[in-house]
């Protein structure tokens, strides 16, 4: 069974702190991808990863970076934390070749208060 | 602009009954369609349809794809307790090797016993 393992399962930041969400597979997929859900609007893409050292801007990437330095691993960095960022994120990841669903960690509750 | 819209948005059944949940999509480069559902943590995978008028079926739970008319709808028959969750569609489009999945907002079922 693929395993994606995201660190932390709630987390409570500052505003204004610098935040690294950790996620790690490991089925040795290509393909990462960092979604945040919330209430009425359902998972938003916001930076996803082709392959290592490879990352594409999603549909709301403003305010956050991504480092994928090796393939099991895709890192989701917030720079300088804000409220309008506390939310669910969701990371997943899925062969990169054929038709292949997303496999999804557990997420990580973000409050920034 | 692609989008993936589910409705409805939220739904109250009893135990017993059947549901109908729909996606209908607009997506350029379409590849395929997935369920998942979620309920407190990771969402889980439930189906993936790539053609046309293929019922795909699990148990209780069964999907179908219109690729002319761009709607795919979940159905849930004998509907129980457990079934209570968020219900999600997800729309892949792009090449094989830089796949990416847009979803919706969700359908939220509650079963009453």
């Known amino acids: 069974d693929v395993k994606v393992t995201q660190s932390s399962r709630y987390l409570v930041k500052r505003t204004g702190e610098k935040v690294f969400l950790e996620c790690v597979q490991d089925?040795?997929?290509?393909?990462m991808f960092w979604y945040r859900q919330d209430p009425g609007l359902g998972l938003r893409l916001i930076y996803f990863?082709?392959?290592?050292?490879?990352?594409e801007k999603g549909d709301i990437p403003e305010g956050y970076s991504v480092s994928r330095e090796k393939k099991e691993r895709f890192s989701l960095i917030l720079e300088s934390a804000s409220t309008n960022q506390t939310s669910m994120y969701l990371c997943?990841?899925?062969?990169?070749?054929?038709?292949?669903?997303?496999?999804f960690g557990n997420g990580t509750r973000l409050t920034v208060t | 602009e692609d989008k993936v819209v589910q409705s409805p948005l939220s739904l109250v059944v009893h135990e017993g009954d059947t549901v109908t949940l729909n996606c209908s999509y607009e997506?350029?480069?379409?590849?395929?369609l997935l369920w998942y559902k979620q309920e407190k943590k990771a969402p889980t995978f439930l189906f993936m349809l790539?053609?046309?008028?293929i019922e795909k079926k699990s148990g209780r739970l069964s999907s179908i794809l219109d690729k002319k008319e761009l709607f795919s709808i979940l159905n849930i028959t004998a509907t129980q307790t457990g079934d209570s969750a968020v219900y999600l569609c997800a729309v892949g489009r792009g090449a094989s090797g830089t796949y990416k999945y847009i979803f919706g907002t969700g359908t939220r079922l509650k079963v009453l016993a």
């Open positions: 790539t053609s046309s008028g």
């Open positions: 990863s082709y392959d290592v050292k490879m990352k």
């Open positions: 089925m040795d997929h290509e393909n």
């Open positions: 997506v350029t480069n379409f590849r395929s």
């Open positions: 997943a990841s899925r062969p990169g070749q054929g038709g292949s669903p997303l496999h």
